[in-house]
């Protein structure tokens, strides 16, 4: 069964500094990798996403992910952080279903502050 | 384009009762997923519905149940409530086949059991 592992719970970073937040994952197959964002009291936005091909994908809010296979990683980053970055942020992996549907496995999530 | 939308976004219960949560997927998107948001425990994949069919489940009771409309929006019923159902459920829709490998969620309903 696929899992994923956010190691890091809450994250606090300054506004301009860097970010990654890391992720590791479990799967048998090649996994499809996703980010997502959830404000307080909100549902998720689709941040990126890895299916295949270059392992370097770019999504919104100028973030980015690696997918290292040797690693089983796929971290999320970003050059230069923004106050409204504050929120939390799910790494997840796709099970293909019978059918054609794609289940998401979660992580546990991390809560990121940041510090004007 | 609207995204995928749900009602209601609170929901006060009392324990034994029964919730009617409702979904209406992105234009064009025939799958509907729902997901379970408790605290402390995660979110949690409890039922996939493609076509008008139940085509997986989570791991949760018979009590949670659902179905899918022709016009593909879904409903998530929850019989027999209990406190620990309290959680905040989320829908998503995607197209469906193997084009479905990416989901867009609603902003959920938060369903509080007393």
């Known amino acids: 069964a696929q899992s994923v592992t956010q190691p890091d719970i809450h994250i606090t970073v300054s506004e301009g500094a860097s970010l990654e937040l890391r992720c590791n994952y479990s799967?048998?197959?090649?996994?499809?990798l996703f980010w997502y964002v959830q404000s307080p009291g909100q549902g998720l936005q689709l941040l990126l996403k890895?299916?295949?091909?270059?392992?370097l994908v770019q999504g919104i809010k100028g973030f980015e992910a690696e997918f290292k296979r040797s690693q089983s990683s796929f971290n999320l980053r970003k050059p230069s952080v923004h106050w409204s970055d504050a929120a939390e942020y799910f790494c997840?992996?796709?099970?293909?279903?019978?059918?054609?549907?794609?289940?998401?496995?979660f992580g546990t999530g991390t809560q990121l502050k940041v510090e004007l | 384009e609207a995204g995928v939308t749900q009602s209601p976004t609170h929901l006060i219960k009392t324990r034994g009762q029964q919730a009617t949560l409702r979904c209406s997927p992105i234009?064009?998107?025939?799958?509907v997923y729902w997901y379970q948001q408790a605290l402390g425990l995660g979110l949690q994949f409890l039922l996939w519905?493609?076509?008008?069919?139940?085509?997986n489940r989570g791991n949760f009771p018979p009590r949670f149940s659902g179905r899918q409309f022709p016009n593909y929006s879904s409903e998530l019923n929850v019989n027999a409530l209990e406190l620990e159902d309290s959680a905040l459920y989320l829908c998503?829709?995607?197209?469906?086949?193997?084009?479905?490998?990416?989901?867009?969620f609603g902003q959920g309903t938060r369903l509080t059991v007393v």
């Open positions: 998503a829709s995607s197209r469906g086949g193997s084009e479905g490998t990416e989901a867009f």
């Open positions: 799967y048998g197959a090649t996994p499809y």
């Open positions: 890895y299916f295949s091909g270059d392992t």
């Open positions: 997840a992996v796709g099970a293909l279903l019978t059918g054609g549907g794609n289940k998401l496995t």
């Open positions: 234009s064009g998107h025939t799958s």
């Open positions: 519905y493609d076509e008008g069919e139940e085509r």
